[in-house]
């Protein structure tokens, strides 16, 4: 089976507003365009991945993830995070009603292409699947097999509102790199352990970021 991921990201000068002890208000923006090109380019690396879909109404990121290959779908609903999800999702599946899609977020800089593959295909084998995060309280992929809504719930203890949906939560081991996401400094450093994608790691190299 081949996916196609649907990936929101927020207008950049307002993301990522909890790394404000590691990174500035200048810095900020650019930190968060970089984890998603390099969540994007190793999304498209991935076998498993038909093509991916961002929902942005942000310009800068659209010219730059569009450059690696993404489709750019307008944030019309601007209702926030799930409203943006579940449009994109009906997008996608206007041309390609039986898709398989998942959601991912746009934050996961040390993404790993065979990571996301292994997971993917684990989530192949139910209707709807969901990867909780490194924190093991949040939801970094969601997926929904052909026929099947994706009917995210993402936000505050998005596990356990994505389990309460009937969504199977996905057990898979060695896949670090797609629990990754980053809000805070510490996971910037996890990240960065894991080790990042050039964007992310170019971006990172010019803040200060305190040992643990």
């Known amino acids: 089976m081949q996916w196609t991921l649907v990936i929101p990201l927020k207008p950049l000068a ?3 507003s909890r790394l404000a002890d590691t990174a500035t208000d200048g ?4 930190l968060a365009l970089a984890f998603a090109q390099d969540t994007v380019a190793a999304a ?4 498993a991945v038909k093509d991916v879909a961002v929902v942005t109404d942000d310009p800068l990121a659209g010219r730059e ?3 690696l290959g993404a489709r750019i779908v307008p944030d ?4 926030g995070l799930n409203a943006a999800l579940r449009h994109g999702a009906a997008v996608v599946r206007v041309s390609r009603p039986e898709s398989a899609v998942a959601a991912l977020n746009a934050d996961l800089p040390a993404l790993r292409p065979l990571e996301l593959s292994r997971v993917l295909d684990a989530a192949a084998e139910f209707p709807r699947a969901f990867l909780a995060d490194a924190a093991a309280v949040g939801t970094t992929l969601l997926a929904a097999a052909p026929g099947s809504e994706l009917a995210p719930a993402f936000g505050l203890d998005s596990r356990a509102r994505h389990a309460a949906s009937g969504a199977v939560e996905l057990r898979s081991s060695g896949v670090e790199s797609v629990r990754q996401d980053v809000d ?3 996971d910037l450093r996890t990240a960065l352990a894991l080790g990042v994608g050039p964007r992310t790691a170019a971006v990172a190299a010019r803040l200060l970021i305190p040992d643990q």
């Open 14 to 16: 307002r993301a990522k």
């Open 27 to 30: 810095l900020r923006p650019g």
């Open 44 to 47: 498209l690396a991935c076998q």
């Open 65 to 67: 993830l569009a450059a």
């Open 76 to 79: 019309t609903p601007h209702s």
């Open 184 to 186: 805070t400094g510490t």
